[in-house]
């Protein structure tokens, strides 16, 4: 079965510093990734996606995502972090073939930059 | 132009009562979601239409909950008798096929008293 982990419920870095979410995957197959961020009160917005190509993946905001086959991780980066960029990170995954199209998503990181 | 749409924002109801939440999806898109975002259970899925037809209601937690789809456009999600376990953020993402980005409403909050 398709998952996704994200092993941090919280990430703290100051402003200007990069930042890294952490993103682990398992499927069966390829692997379709996303990244979505929820401010609070609010839906979700995506930012990026890996289907197939480059291993770097350039989104919103500012904010790119390297996949890794080897290591199955789709961590998400910022090389400046803003306090903007405070909010909810999920990372996603396909949930395979067939009939659905459905999304899986990880447990979410909450993000929190210091000024 | 105009983004997934969702109403009412929040929706208080008394347990037993039935309610239904409605999804306005992007103008043209063909694939269209419902998920549940709740403290205990993170986010999950219920439903996905393609047209007017849901290929897939795995994840649908009980016969209480129901869905529909008309038009190929709007979608309401009915849930009878509700119970406080019902109680969550119900979001609502549409795609403009299948296998392609989903775009997300803001969601409606949904408190079973």
């Known amino acids: 079965a398709q998952s996704v982990a994200q092993p941090e419920d919280q990430v703290n870095v100051a402003e200007g510093n990069p930042l890294t979410v952490k993103c682990t995957y398992s499927v069966s197959g390829n692997p379709y990734l996303f990244w979505y961020v929820q401010y609070p009160n609010r839906g979700l917005q995506f930012l990026l996606k890996?289907?197939?190509?480059?291993?770097l993946v350039k989104g919103s905001y500012g904010f790119e995502a390297e996949f890794n086959k080897s290591q199955t991780s789709f961590h998400l980066k910022k090389p400046s972090a803003l306090v903007s960029d405070s909010a909810l990170y999920f990372c996603?995954?396909?949930?395979?073939?067939?009939?659905?199209?459905?999304?899986?998503f990880g447990t979410g990181t909450l993000l929190a930059v210091q000024p | 132009g105009a983004g997934v749409s969702q109403s009412p924002s929040n929706k208080v109801t008394e347990k037993g009562k039935d309610v239904e939440l409605r999804c306005d999806p992007i103008?043209?898109?063909?694939?269209l979601y419902w998920y549940r975002q709740s403290l205990g259970q993170g986010l999950e899925f219920l439903i996905y239409f393609q047209g007017n037809s849901a290929p897939d209601k795995s994840g649908l937690p009980s016969d209480r909950f129901s869905a529909e789809r008309t038009g190929g456009s709007v979608s309401t999600l009915t849930i009878q008798r509700t119970q406080q376990e019902d109680s969550a953020v119900y979001l609502c993402?549409?795609?403009?096929?299948?296998?392609?980005?989903?775009?997300f409403g803001p969601g409606t909050r949904l408190t079973v008293l």
């Open positions: 993402a549409s795609s403009l096929v299948s296998l392609d980005t989903q775009y």
């Open positions: 890996y289907i197939t190509g480059d291993n």
């Open positions: 103008s043209g898109h063909t694939a």
């Open positions: 996603a995954v396909w949930g395979g073939g067939g009939a659905t199209n459905k999304l899986i």
